[in-house]
Every structure is written in C-alpha cells, then in structure tokens.
C-alpha cells in the first residue's frame, strides 16, 4: 500500500512566498501534521513491512520531494525522451519584468478582471468566481498577484509535451476490457476523456519549485518537470523506495527487487493488480493518463520509438490498474471541504477530542461511494450515538456485564452448547459471506452495514433469549437455552471484532482483549470469525463500554469557538478563494440545520447567477410535445434561448413580453435537437399548479437576482 503528499506546484510556492518560509519547510510542515493525523486515524502505515514477511508486501507513505522520487521521475524522464514520446513547442505565458531579470508566471500567480463576468481578482486561466476558464491572453488587466506593481507582459517559452495521443488506441482497449468492473462515474469521465481524443499535454513548466529536468542545456534552466506528470509517478517511486529503504533496509536479501512483483506482470503472465483510491476530480489522471506514463515506460524499455504501435502491458512489463474505485465528494454543511475557507473538519484537533473510530464509523457509513454525501455534526452525534454506540456498543456492554455477573475465569465456556445455536451459525456465515462479497465490490458502505447487522442480529438474540432472567440460577434446566445463547454472544463478539476491526480498528483491539484473546486482531485470519470451535476467554480485567455518548451541544460549542479561533489567523494565501472572508467571520456563524435540511453557504448561493429577462419569442418545440422554446432577452445583443415545460400552463400569448427571472449560469443543454441555454424559474406546488415567477415593476434586462 503506497500513497503520500504531492509537495509539488503552485500553491505552495504562492503559500511560501507570502508568508516568507521556503517551500521546503511549508511541505515540511504539512507532511509531518497529515502523516502524524493519518497514523493517529488508524490507517495502516505503519508497520512498513507486513508482519507475516516482505512477501507479503508492506505499506509507505511517502513524499514527492524525496530525492530518491526526483531520481526514479529523472529517469522515467529521460527514457520517455528518448523513445521520442516527447515533442516541443512554443507557448505564450505571462512574464513580470524585473531588474533582476524577471521570471515567468505560472497561472495563479496571475490576476485580472475576467473577460466573461467582470470581476476583479480572477486567475490567469480561471476565474473562481463565475467558473469560466480561458486562455491566458483574454484576462482584462493581467497583473502579478504577487507583485501587483510590475510590469507584465506575454513571452513565448519552450516546453515540452508527452504525446499521450499514441497511446489512444491502447487505453481505448484497455476501458473495453475494464469497463464491466468499473463504478459508473469512473466509466463516464473516462470515457469522456477518450471521446474527446487525447493530445500532447505539457510536462515542463517555467517554475523553480519542483523537479529539475535532467537536461543541462541552457534553454531548460529555471523549468522543472509540470507535478501532474511526476506526482502519479509516486506510487512507483514509492513502491522502488519501499523495497531499497524498507525491505533491502532491514536486511531482506530479496528486498531490492521486491517491488517487483507487485509492479511486474510475470514472464508467465501473472498479473498484479493495482487499485486506486482517490476523489472524482482526479479519475483522468489514474484512468487515461498514469496508464500512459506507464505504457509510455514499457515502450521505451521495449527499445520501442514514436514510429511504432503502443500496447497493453505484456510479460515482464509494467502493470497498469486494474479498477479505480473513485469516490464522489464529502460535502460539509453542503459545501466542499476546502482548507483555505476555514470550512473543514481539522483532524489534528477532532482527534484530540473524539475516538478515532467515530470519524471512521462515520465517514465509512456516510462514504459518498455513489454521490456526494454530507458531513454535519448532528447527523455525527446521531449515527454514533445511534448506530455505533447504540446498536454495537451497547450489545457487548450487555455480553460483558452479564458475563461479569457468573462465576469462573471464563464466564461462558461452561454454558456453551453448539448443538443450540446452529441457525445462529449458518446466519453469521452468510453475513460473513455478504461483506466479502461487498468489499470485493468495492462497496464499503454495504459492507459495513452487513457487519452492523450481526449486532443488530445479537441485540435480537440476546431479546429472545433474556439470559437475565436466569443469571442468578443458571444452571437450573429451564436455563439452559438461554444461557447458550448468552454464550453464543461471545462468539458474536468475537465475529464483530474480526470484521468491525477494518474500518473500527480501535475499539476492534479493544474489545478483542476484553474478550481474552491473545495479540492483535489485525493479525487474525479474516475467516477465523466464523472458525465456531476456537477455545473461549475472557478477560474480565478489560471489561469497559465500547464508546461514549457524545453531546451535540457541547460540540457544537466546542466547533464554534474553534471556527473563531481560525478566523483570528491570517488566511492561508495558497488556497485562498475569493469570497472565503464572507464566511465565518463571527456574526454570521452556520446554526444548526432543522431536520431535513441541509444548509448551504453564502457562497453556493451566490454561485447561481439570477437574471432578470424579458420573453420576446415563443415556439413549439419541434421534437417535444411538452416543451416549448422561449427566447429571452437577457440584455444582451443576441438573447438567449430556453426550453421549458410550460406548455400544460401558458399559452403563448400569455408568454409574451412577461418579465421573468432565469438561472444565467447553467450550463448549456441541449433539450431534444434545441439547445437551451439557462432555466426559468417556476413554483410548483406538486398538485398540478404551475407559475412563473415574476418582476415587481420594471428593471432593466440582465439584473441580477439576489
Ligand atoms: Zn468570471
């Protein structure tokens, strides 16, 4: 398992330079505050190698800036080169003029005035506010962000592009073949990308803040390698790093070519298969373009030039992934999570607060595997307090107190009866048998749920059965029964404990000693929880609740003056976001959402950008019996064409000249051949009635709605 920080690109650079540190210490920083909040969150990096061997493989997170990165990505460089998969080209970029010399300015250290909506503060080659992106040169009054004095002006520059268009018709093959086992949304955007033809795509740019070309000519002096192109490169380098530091490191006679089998197809074609976790915007990058990089590296190892075909990898090749299970986004409060807008959930001092397993229990039942889901703390409080601490918590609360109350050293050993509980058996054996199936099917949440359902399946049990009623003569006949049962729920536990301890690793551990059993339950054999003849224990030492209850208001509490503290902070430059001051800034703090509604931020709001219209034309819509086609006049030269489904409500008369609000942003689609550009906005009560709505008195055409 390898991943670590992409410490690459501009954002840092822009982070730097404002706040006066050098690059490496701010990447410094931040990877020491996510390694540390990574490991204290249970995921499992550590130990670095597996504890059954190096065979087995191990775990590193790494970062980009590791030289032995820079070494392997310098490599790939050249051998890419060499293969002639590279082509240059002249290109235009902003230059701030100095005494000094100048430099060229990478996009975001650009700002103007947008070309499309005017305001000020958009960036070189997107505008944050209005979400239209450009070429360079349209930015009305381009200036250094940096240094808003200088001149600028527009140079030509050289860089050089890996011609991703050779490697169309391999990755077109390889979606063929990978398309049945890939989730809907990782399908979709690759296909999109295909259907759209791949071109050559720049991999230098003019920047210091990165890896150096491997090139001495004079040209190349001051660009480094683009950080799209080398950050996908990590899990290569870091797989190479882990077998020279880690495994060679400890003294494994095999660990330099350890690697390899987790990154070679075999010469007698046994292939490793590589997944990849990652957010939906960076689908692309695992999908289309990291397979040709790596196909890329195959063809050059091959001896192979850019005159001759590109192909799927083969023995003794390089693997490519094998399904790329992309998650959508995790909302907070219905925006995105973003650093910079102090609008996040900050590990470091959740952890300082909560049970790690929380956070995990929550983002795991809440993953948004098929859409975006939400965070919000009272749906937090809910499902721990609920789910976790209510369904699981409480049900080896119940087991162990029960227990603690009988005599002997193991409890329960003495009233087990297998015979009693055979239904009991095949029930978790299918449960078993259902979360495998689920995780195998990448779905975490299902699987979860599965596991969530054996202590719902106890809790029902233990019902049945009232061990209680007997607890004070248990070995009286009619207990029997009950009692069996009781000692089943051991077994339960042990079965929550071998399947909870994945996404609960914490309290897995926890309740895996109370329950008596030795060392660590990570280390027990997954099939194990349905083994029905491993020996009881018990530890009555380590009987303790699970979880504890937690207190919406006093989180609430504790978050509000968190969200205070924060904004007292100056602002991280490097990810500021034009609009993040509305925020947050103390009298218009986010309350609590009533149930049933998520909340939105000022700034979602105001992304939606309102018009005011006049409807100057209407028509049937040629291919659709509900729909007509509306002309608008927006205020701007042209207007602008709607297709709504109105044709139940208006006549056309009644349409005519009615002045009417729209959404100016939406995107353009097309409705059955037309093309509708925005939407009108209507009220429906859901019983049949529609309406427009309307403009009190007159404004002119084009205002905007707030
Ligand atoms: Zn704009």
Not at 118 to 132: F, H, I, L, W, Y
Not at 635 to 660: F, H, N
Not at 670 to 677: D, I, P, Q, T, W
């Amino acid at each position: 398992m390898v991943s670590g920080s992409d410490e690459h690109g501009t954002p840092i650079t822009v982070t730097a330079e404002t706040t006066g540190e050098s690059p490496q210490s701010v990447v410094d920083r931040y990877h020491r505050i996510n390694s540390d909040a990574l490991l204290a969150l249970g995921c499992a990096w550590q130990p670095n190698i597996d504890a059954r061997g190096i065979e087995y493989g191990g775990a590193l997170f790494n970062r980009t800036s590791d030289p032995e990165h820079k070494r392997y990505v310098q490599e790939n460089f050249i051998s890419l080169m060499e293969a002639g998969l590279f082509e240059k080209k002249t290109m235009q970029q902003y230059y701030e003029v100095r005494e000094d010399g100048g430099r060229f300015l990478p996009d975001r250290y650009v700002e103007g005035i947008c070309p499309n909506c005017d305001s000020d503060g958009a960036r070189g080659d997107q505008c944050d506010e209005c979400g239209t992106t450009y070429e360079s040169h349209e930015l009305m009054q381009p200036r250094s962000k940096m240094n808003p004095e200088a001149k600028i002006e527009i140079r030509d520059t050289d860089h050089l592009f890996y011609r991703l268009d050779k490697f169309q018709t391999p990755l077109e093959e390889h979606s063929r073949n990978r398309d049945p086992d890939r989730k809907a949304n990782v399908r979709a955007m690759t296909k999109q990308w295909l259907d759209m033809g791949l071109r050559p795509r720049a991999v230098t740019r003019d920047l210091d803040w990165g890896i150096s070309l491997p090139m001495d000519e004079d040209e190349w002096h001051g660009k480094c390698v683009y950080v799209w192109f080398e950050a996908v490169q990590g899990y290569y380098s870091c797989a190479r790093i882990w077998s020279d530091r880690i495994a060679e490191g400890a003294g494994h006679s095999a660990g330099k070519s350890a690697w390899e089998k987790w990154w070679r197809i075999s010469e007698e074609g046994v292939e490793p298969r590589h997944l990849y976790f990652l957010g939906k915007d960076n689908i692309p990058f695992h999908t289309v373009i990291w397979p040709a990089i790596i196909m890329g590296l195959n063809h050059a190892a091959a001896g192979k030039g850019i005159d001759d075909d590109t192909a799927l990898p083969g023995p003794g090749d390089l693997q490519i992934e094998y399904n790329v299970p992309a998650m959508e986004y995790l909302m907070l409060a219905g925006g995105q999570f973003s650093k910079s807008r102090k609008h996040a959930v900050w590990l470091p001092s959740f952890l300082e607060r909560f049970d790690p397993d929380t956070l995990r229990y929550y983002l795991s039942i809440n993953m948004p595997e098929n859409h975006d889901t939400d965070f919000n703390w009272p749906d937090f409080v809910e499902k721990v307090n609920n789910e976790l601490n209510g369904t699981y918590g409480n049900y080896i609360n119940r087991i162990t107190s029960l227990a603690n109350r009988l005599e002997g050293d193991i409890p329960l050993a003495q009233y087990e009866n297998g015979e009693l509980c055979n239904e009991e058996m095949a029930h978790l054996e299918k449960i078993h048998a259902d979360i495998v199936n689920s995780l195998g099917l990448h779905r975490y949440k299902e699987a979860l749920r599965h596991v969530m359902s054996a202590a719902q399946f106890g809790n029902q049990l233990m019902q049945q059965a009232a061990p209680w009623t007997h607890i004070k003569q248990p070995n009286d006949d009619e207990a029997v029964g009950s009692m069996a049962h009781l000692a089943f729920s051991w077994r339960i536990a042990r079965f929550l404990a071998i399947t909870t301890q994945p996404f609960l690793p914490f309290s897995a551990q926890r309740l895996w000693e109370m329950l008596g059993q030795p060392g660590e339950v990570s280390e027990a054999a997954w099939d194990s929880a349905i083994d029905w003849n491993v020996e009881m224990t018990w530890d009555r030492s380590k009987s303790a609740p699970l979880f504890q209850r937690l207190d919406l208001e006093e989180i609430l509490a504790q978050e509000t003056a968190l969200v205070e503290e924060n904004t007292n902070e100056p602002k991280d430059p490097g990810h500021g976001v034009k609009g993040s001051s509305r925020k947050n800034n103390g009298d218009d703090k986010m309350t609590e959402a009533p149930e049933g509604t998520t909340y939105i931020d000022f700034e979602t709001f105001t992304s939606v950008d309102l018009r005011t219209g006049t409807i100057t034309s209407v028509e049937e819509h040629p291919n659709a019996d509900k729909l007509i086609v509306i002309g608008i006049d927006d205020g701007s030269p042209d207007g602008r064409t709607v297709c709504a489904g109105l044709k139940e409500y208006y006549s056309q008369d009644d349409l005519m000249g009615m002045s009417v609000v729209f959404v100016a942003n939406l995107a353009p689609r097309e409705l059955r051949g037309v093309l509708s550009n925005g939407m009108l906005l209507a009220a429906d009560d859901g019983e049949g009635a529609v309406r427009l709505i309307t403009v009190d008195g007159s404004i002119s055409d084009g205002s905007t709605v707030r």
